[in-house]
C-alpha cells in the first residue's frame, strides 16, 4: 500500500555535503511544501532488511564508493513505480555521470549547490498525476506559480505570469528581460517545465562567466584529441541540453566572436564538436535573458543586429520591485517562513514598521536584494517580531541613484523616490483609507488616487 504523501530520500553512506544543500533537502521539502511523512533512508537500505512501503517520491543522492548506476537498480528494485531524482553531490556531478543515469532511467535530476526554487518545479512536475499523493502546495503551483521568487499578485507581474502558458507552449526562442535579481532564470525554468520539454534538461548557462577561448568548446564540446589537453571527448552544453532547454544568461556579455558562433548556431541548429569533420543536428530551445538594454547595445554595435532578432523572436519584461510595491509584504512573507523554518526560529513576523521601511525602499537589488535583507534580519534580530531597526538596507548615493546623473535625470529620481515614500507613510498611517489621507496630504481624492496608480501602491497593503 502507498504511504499517501511519503517522499524517500536515500542516502547510500554518510558523507558530508560540501554545501550544505543535501543535508537540508527534507526541512526543504517539509517547509516549503508542507509535506510531513518525508522519510530519511541511510546506508541499511542497500542491506538486507524489510522494504519500506513504495513512495510517491524517491531522491537518490550520489556516493563515494557506491556507483550511481548500482544505486539506481536497487532503488529501482524496490520501488518500480516511484519517479527518482538524483541528487549528485560533493564535485561528483560529471555530465557522463549525470547522462548515463539519465539513460539508464532517472527521470530528474539536481547539482549541489542547489536551491529551493531548482526543487520546487521538479517534485511539481513529478508528482502531477499520482492520485492522493501531491499536496494541496504542490496542485496550486501551476496556478499560483508559488516558486521562491514567482510570487505576486500586482497587475505588472500577473501580466507577465500570465504569458508563460503561451511561450511554454511555443518552441520558438524567448528573450527575458528585466534587472538584475528580478527572477530571470525562475521565469525561464516556469517556461520550461510547462512546455513538452518538461521531461528533458533544463541546462542555465551564465555567459559572464564562459571565458572567450572556452566559448565554443563549452557549448559544442569536442573530440579526442582536438587539442594537447583532450585526452578523452567530452560533450558539450547543447548536448547536455538535448530535447530539452538551453538557457543563456548574461547574454550581452558574449564577445564578438562568441556572438558569431552562437548565430551560427541557432540559424540552423547544426554544430560541429572541436575536432569533428561531422555536423550534429541539435533539439533544444533556446532561451536567453540580459539586465542590459540589448536594442542600445546595438545601435552602438556591441551587440550583433542579426544575433539580437534572431533571439528575440519572443519576450518578456520582468518589473522591477519598485513597480510592484504591493508584492513585497507576499514576498517578505514567503522569505520569513523559510528562514525562520531552515534557522528554527518558530514564527516571525514583521511590525508595521519594518514593513512600512520596506515598502518606501527603492529596491535596487529588487528581489534578491529583499531576500538577503529578510534572511539578516531573521539571523540577527532576538525578537520573533521584527521592528524597522531589525532591516538593514544599504543605500548608495541618493538611495542608489547613479553617479553622474544629469541634473534633470537626478532631480526626477529625488521626486520619484519622495512621493513614493510619502505616499507609502501617509497611507500607513491611516490603515489605507484613501479619503482621510487624501485630506491628509492636502490632496484631492481623485489626485491621490491618480499618484498611487502612478507609483503602482495598493491601498489595500496598509489595511490592517
Known amino acids: 500500500m502507498v504511504a499517501l504523501h511519503q517522499i524517500l530520500v536515500v542516502d547510500p ?57 548500482e544505486a539506481l537498480n536497487t532503488v529501482r528494485s524496490r520501488w518500480n513505480q516511484a519517479p527518482v531524482v538524483g541528487l549528485f553531490c560533493g564535485g561528483r556531478n ?59 499578485e500586482s497587475p505588472s507581474f500577473r501580466q507577465v505570469i500570465e504569458k508563460i502558458p503561451r511561450l511554454a507552449h511555443s518552441g520558438a526562442p524567448v528573450l527575458i528581460l528585466g534587472e538584475t535579481g528580478t527572477g530571470k532564470e525562475l521565469l525561464a525554468r516556469e517556461i520550461h517545465y510547462h512546455s513538452c520539454r ?122 522591477p520591485l519598485r513597480e510592484r510595491i504591493e508584492d513585497i509584504s507576499l514576498l517578505a512573507a514567503n522569505f520569513l517562513a523559510r528562514f525562520a523554518s531552515q534557522y528554527g526560529r518558530g514564527t516571525v513576523r514583521l511590525s508595521s514598521s519594518a514593513l512600512q521601511k520596506l515598502l518606501a525602499y527603492s529596491w535596487l537589488g529588487n528581489v534578491r536584494e529583499l531576500e538577503g535583507v529578510i534572511q539578516r534580519a531573521v539571523v540577527l534580530a532576538s525578537s520573533s517580531t521584527l521592528q524597522a531597526a531589525d532591516i538593514e538596507l544599504v543605500s548608495g548615493p541618493a538611495d542608489g541613484m547613479p553617479a553622474g546623473s544629469f541634473f534633470r535625470s537626478a532631480k526626477n529620481q529625488a521626486v520619484q523616490q519622495f512621493e513614493r515614500a510619502y505616499l507609502v507613510d501617509v497611507l500607513s498611517a491611516h490603515q489605507g483609507n484613501i479619503t482621510r489621507a487624501a485630506k491628509s496630504a492636502g490632496k484631492e481624492r481623485r489626485a491621490f488616487q491618480r499618484l498611487l496608480r502612478k507609483h503602482g501602491i495598493d491601498r489595500c497593503a496598509f489595511q490592517s
Open 198 to 319: 518538461k521531461g528533458k534538461p533544463f541546462i542555465p548557462v551564465n555567459c559572464g562567466a564562459l571565458p572567450d577561448h572556452l566559448f565554443e568548446n563549452e557549448l559544442f564540446g569536442h573530440t579526442k584529441g582536438a587539442f594537447t589537453d583532450a585526452s578523452t571527448a567530452e560533450k558539450g552544453l547543447v548536448a547536455e541540453a538535448e530535447g530539452g532547454t538551453l538557457f543563456l544568461d548574461e547574454v550581452d556579455t558574449l564577445s564578438a566572436s562568441a556572438q558569431v558562433k552562437l548565430l551560427r548556431f541557432l540559424q540552423d541548429r547544426m554544430y560541429r564538436p572541436l575536432g569533428s569533420a561531422k555536423s550534429i543536428v541539435a533539439d533544444v530551445r533556446i532561451i536567453t535573458a540580459t539586465n542590459a538594454d540589448l536594442r542600445q547595445r546595438v545601435e552602438t554595435r556591441q551587440f550583433r543586429e542579426d544575433l539580437y532578432y534572431r533571439i528575440n523572436i519572443l519576450s518578456l519584461q520582468l518589473p
Open 94 to 152: 560529471t555530465s557522463s555521470e549525470v547522462l548515463q543515469a539519465l539513460r539508464d532511467g532517472l527521470d530528474d535530476f539536481l547539482c549541489c549547490p542547489f536551491q529551493e526554487t531548482d526543487l520546487l518545479p521538479r517534485i511539481q512536475r513529478l508528482l502531477q498525476g499520482v492520485d492522493g499523493a501531491v499536496p494541496a502546495q504542490v496542485r496550486s503551483i501551476p496556478k499560483q506559480f508559488h516558486t521562491e521568487f514567482m510570487v505576486g
Open 13 to 69: 553512506e554518510p558523507y558530508s555535503c560540501p554545501t550544505g544543500s543535501c543535508h537540508q533537502i527534507s526541512k526543504l521539502i517539509q517547509s516549503s511544501l508542507g509535506v510531513e511523512n518525508v522519510d530519511y533512508q541511510l546506508g541499511p537500505l542497500f542491506q538486507t532488511g524489510p522494504t519500506p512501503n513504495e513512495p510517491v517520491l524517491v531522491l537518490l543522492r550520489s556516493s563515494i564508493t557506491v556507483p550511481f548506476a
